[in-house]
Protein backbone atom coordinates (compact mmCIF):
# COMPACT_ATOMS: atom_id res chain seq x y z
CA UNK A 1 0.00 0.00 0.00
CA UNK A 2 0.87 3.48 -0.21
CA UNK A 3 3.32 5.02 2.68
CA UNK A 4 3.91 8.72 3.50
CA UNK A 5 6.68 9.96 5.23
CA UNK A 6 6.45 13.52 6.64
CA UNK A 7 9.49 15.53 7.69
CA UNK A 8 9.81 17.74 10.51
CA UNK A 9 8.42 16.34 13.26
CA UNK A 10 8.34 19.70 14.66
CA UNK A 11 9.37 23.08 13.19
CA UNK A 12 9.79 25.92 15.38
CA UNK A 13 9.79 29.61 13.44
CA UNK A 14 10.30 33.33 14.45
CA UNK A 15 7.14 35.37 13.61
CA UNK A 16 7.63 36.66 9.51
CA UNK A 17 10.01 33.42 8.82
CA UNK A 18 8.86 31.42 5.97
CA UNK A 19 7.89 27.07 7.11
CA UNK A 20 8.64 24.19 4.92
CA UNK A 21 7.08 21.10 5.53
CA UNK A 22 8.12 18.20 2.68
CA UNK A 23 6.17 14.66 2.15
CA UNK A 24 6.67 11.64 0.16
CA UNK A 25 5.32 8.65 -0.91
CA UNK A 26 5.78 5.66 -2.83
CA UNK A 27 2.35 4.98 -5.62
CA UNK A 28 3.37 6.64 -8.43
CA UNK A 29 -0.54 6.22 -9.62
CA UNK A 30 -1.11 8.61 -6.47
CA UNK A 31 -3.33 11.59 -8.04
CA UNK A 32 -4.04 14.20 -5.10
CA UNK A 33 -2.31 15.84 -2.81
CA UNK A 34 -4.06 17.56 0.00
CA UNK A 35 -2.59 19.39 3.19
CA UNK A 36 -4.65 19.51 6.31
CA UNK A 37 -4.30 21.65 9.02
CA UNK A 38 -5.35 20.78 12.78
CA UNK A 39 -5.53 23.22 16.03
CA UNK A 40 -5.58 21.82 19.26
CA UNK A 41 -8.49 19.29 20.01
CA UNK A 42 -10.09 20.38 16.53
CA UNK A 43 -11.07 18.61 13.10
CA UNK A 44 -8.50 18.63 10.55
CA UNK A 45 -9.44 21.22 7.66
CA UNK A 46 -7.97 21.62 4.34
CA UNK A 47 -5.85 24.30 3.77
CA UNK A 48 -4.70 23.70 -0.29
CA UNK A 49 -4.61 21.04 -2.43
CA UNK A 50 -2.57 20.18 -5.53
CA UNK A 51 -3.52 17.46 -8.45
CA UNK A 52 -0.97 15.45 -10.52
CA UNK A 53 -1.08 17.27 -13.34
CA UNK A 54 -0.05 20.50 -12.57
CA UNK A 55 3.55 21.45 -10.12
CA UNK A 56 2.62 24.33 -8.19
CA UNK A 57 -0.47 26.09 -6.39
CA UNK A 58 -0.64 29.27 -4.35
CA UNK A 59 -3.01 30.83 -2.25
CA UNK A 60 -2.15 34.03 -0.38
CA UNK A 61 0.70 32.84 2.35
CA UNK A 62 0.16 29.10 1.30
CA UNK A 63 1.78 27.18 -1.74
CA UNK A 64 2.56 23.52 -2.81
CA UNK A 65 4.54 22.11 -4.83
CA UNK A 66 4.77 18.60 -6.33
CA UNK A 67 7.41 16.74 -7.84
CA UNK A 68 6.01 13.64 -9.91
CA UNK A 69 9.30 11.60 -10.54
CA UNK A 70 10.69 12.11 -7.54
CA UNK A 71 7.62 11.56 -5.74
CA UNK A 72 7.29 14.63 -3.50
CA UNK A 73 5.59 17.20 -2.72
CA UNK A 74 5.87 20.16 0.08
CA UNK A 75 3.84 22.81 1.42
CA UNK A 76 5.56 26.66 1.93
CA UNK A 77 4.11 29.16 4.48
CA UNK A 78 5.56 32.76 3.91
CA UNK A 79 5.43 35.64 6.28
CA UNK A 80 4.51 33.16 8.99
CA UNK A 81 2.17 34.07 11.84
CA UNK A 82 1.15 33.03 15.75
CA UNK A 83 -2.14 31.74 14.17
CA UNK A 84 -0.36 29.60 11.95
CA UNK A 85 0.66 27.34 14.82
CA UNK A 86 -0.86 24.02 14.29
CA UNK A 87 -0.28 20.52 13.14
CA UNK A 88 0.26 20.36 9.16
CA UNK A 89 -0.80 17.05 7.44
CA UNK A 90 -0.03 16.04 4.32
CA UNK A 91 -2.07 13.22 2.28
CA UNK A 92 -2.10 11.49 -0.71
CA UNK A 93 -5.39 10.13 -2.79
CA UNK A 94 -4.29 6.57 -4.12
CA UNK A 95 -7.24 6.67 -6.21
CA UNK A 96 -10.57 5.81 -5.45
CA UNK A 97 -11.16 8.11 -2.83
CA UNK A 98 -8.80 6.36 -0.39
CA UNK A 99 -6.90 9.46 1.43
CA UNK A 100 -3.59 8.15 3.50
CA UNK A 101 -1.84 10.46 5.28
CA UNK A 102 1.11 11.92 6.82
CA UNK A 103 2.40 11.23 10.60
CA UNK A 104 1.94 15.53 10.58
CA UNK A 105 4.45 18.25 11.38
CA UNK A 106 4.03 20.33 14.74
CA UNK A 107 4.62 23.93 13.55
CA UNK A 108 5.03 26.77 16.46
CA UNK A 109 5.67 30.04 15.29
CA UNK A 110 7.09 32.60 17.95
CA UNK A 111 6.21 35.93 18.25
CA UNK B 1 -25.07 24.52 5.94
CA UNK B 2 -23.87 22.10 8.91
CA UNK B 3 -20.66 20.77 8.48
CA UNK B 4 -20.15 16.71 9.82
CA UNK B 5 -21.65 16.18 12.91
CA UNK B 6 -20.56 13.47 15.23
CA UNK B 7 -21.75 12.15 18.79
CA UNK B 8 -20.75 11.92 20.65
CA UNK B 9 -17.91 14.31 21.64
CA UNK B 10 -16.58 12.56 24.53
CA UNK B 11 -16.73 8.97 25.54
CA UNK B 12 -14.74 7.08 28.65
CA UNK B 13 -15.85 3.46 28.93
CA UNK B 14 -14.57 0.70 30.87
CA UNK B 15 -12.64 -2.34 29.38
CA UNK B 16 -14.54 -4.79 27.50
CA UNK B 17 -17.77 -2.63 27.47
CA UNK B 18 -19.16 -1.76 24.02
CA UNK B 19 -19.34 1.51 22.56
CA UNK B 20 -20.81 3.23 19.72
CA UNK B 21 -20.20 6.41 17.91
CA UNK B 22 -22.29 8.44 15.00
CA UNK B 23 -21.71 10.45 12.41
CA UNK B 24 -24.39 12.79 10.00
CA UNK B 25 -22.39 13.65 7.18
CA UNK B 26 -22.98 16.84 4.70
CA UNK B 27 -25.56 16.76 2.85
CA UNK B 28 -25.21 15.49 -0.70
CA UNK B 29 -22.04 13.38 0.27
CA UNK B 30 -22.07 10.06 -1.03
CA UNK B 31 -19.18 9.06 0.47
CA UNK B 32 -18.03 8.73 4.06
CA UNK B 33 -15.03 7.86 6.20
CA UNK B 34 -14.39 6.80 9.63
CA UNK B 35 -10.67 7.62 10.65
CA UNK B 36 -8.31 6.68 14.05
CA UNK B 37 -6.32 9.19 15.09
CA UNK B 38 -4.07 8.47 17.97
CA UNK B 39 -2.18 11.27 19.84
CA UNK B 40 0.81 13.03 17.85
CA UNK B 41 -0.47 10.79 14.67
CA UNK B 42 -2.39 11.29 11.34
CA UNK B 43 -5.74 10.10 10.47
CA UNK B 44 -5.84 6.33 9.88
CA UNK B 45 -8.34 4.87 7.15
CA UNK B 46 -10.82 2.27 9.20
CA UNK B 47 -13.71 1.82 6.41
CA UNK B 48 -14.81 3.69 3.77
CA UNK B 49 -18.56 4.00 2.35
CA UNK B 50 -19.98 4.80 -1.24
CA UNK B 51 -23.39 5.34 -0.58
CA UNK B 52 -24.47 2.19 1.95
CA UNK B 53 -21.95 0.24 0.55
CA UNK B 54 -18.11 -0.42 2.72
CA UNK B 55 -16.20 -0.64 -0.49
CA UNK B 56 -12.71 -0.38 1.30
CA UNK B 57 -12.35 -2.40 5.06
CA UNK B 58 -9.62 -3.70 4.60
CA UNK B 59 -7.87 -1.50 8.03
CA UNK B 60 -10.95 -2.64 10.32
CA UNK B 61 -10.13 -4.94 13.05
CA UNK B 62 -13.76 -6.94 12.20
CA UNK B 63 -13.22 -9.15 15.40
CA UNK B 64 -14.18 -6.06 17.83
CA UNK B 65 -15.17 -3.37 15.40
CA UNK B 66 -18.34 -3.00 13.31
CA UNK B 67 -19.97 -0.26 11.28
CA UNK B 68 -22.65 0.19 9.15
CA UNK B 69 -24.25 3.02 6.83
CA UNK B 70 -28.15 2.34 6.68
CA UNK B 71 -29.56 4.02 3.78
CA UNK B 72 -26.85 5.18 2.86
CA UNK B 73 -26.48 8.70 5.22
CA UNK B 74 -25.94 8.73 8.74
CA UNK B 75 -23.29 5.81 10.18
CA UNK B 76 -22.81 3.88 13.67
CA UNK B 77 -19.25 3.08 14.23
CA UNK B 78 -19.39 0.42 17.14
CA UNK B 79 -16.55 -1.42 19.45
CA UNK B 80 -17.57 -4.58 21.41
CA UNK B 81 -15.56 -5.48 23.59
CA UNK B 82 -13.31 -2.07 24.07
CA UNK B 83 -9.75 -2.64 24.70
CA UNK B 84 -7.51 -0.06 25.89
CA UNK B 85 -6.03 -0.05 23.49
CA UNK B 86 -8.69 1.82 21.27
CA UNK B 87 -8.31 4.80 23.14
CA UNK B 88 -8.08 7.25 20.37
CA UNK B 89 -9.87 10.46 18.77
CA UNK B 90 -12.49 8.90 15.88
CA UNK B 91 -13.04 10.69 12.88
CA UNK B 92 -15.76 10.69 10.28
CA UNK B 93 -15.82 12.48 7.12
CA UNK B 94 -17.54 12.81 4.19
CA UNK B 95 -16.72 13.72 0.50
CA UNK B 96 -18.62 14.15 -2.53
CA UNK B 97 -18.23 11.29 -5.02
CA UNK B 98 -15.50 10.80 -7.26
CA UNK B 99 -12.09 11.28 -7.56
CA UNK B 100 -10.35 14.04 -5.66
CA UNK B 101 -12.52 15.69 -4.12
CA UNK B 102 -12.23 17.28 -0.92
CA UNK B 103 -13.15 15.19 2.30
CA UNK B 104 -14.56 17.16 5.47
CA UNK B 105 -13.86 16.44 9.00
CA UNK B 106 -16.42 16.04 11.98
CA UNK B 107 -15.00 17.26 14.94
CA UNK B 108 -14.14 13.79 16.48
CA UNK B 109 -15.12 11.54 19.41
CA UNK B 110 -12.73 10.98 21.91
CA UNK B 111 -12.94 7.33 23.21
CA UNK B 112 -11.10 6.65 26.60
CA UNK B 113 -10.89 3.31 27.54
CA UNK B 114 -9.96 2.81 31.71
Known amino acids: GENVEQHPSTLSVQEGDSAVIKCTYS??????FPWYKQELGKRPQLIID?????GEKKDQRIAVTLNKTAKHFSLHITETQPEDSAVYFC??????????FGTGTRLLVSP | EAGVVQSPRYKIIEKKQPVAFWCNPI?????LYWYLQNLGQGPELLIR????????DSQLPKDRFSAERLKGVDSTLKIQPAELGDSAVYLC????????????FGQGTRLTVV
Open chain 2, 93 to 104: ASSLSGQNTEAF
Open chain 1, 27 to 32: DSASNY
Open chain 1, 50 to 54: IRSNV
Open chain 1, 91 to 100: AVNTGFQKLV
Open chain 2, 27 to 31: SGHNT
Open chain 2, 49 to 56: YENEEAVD
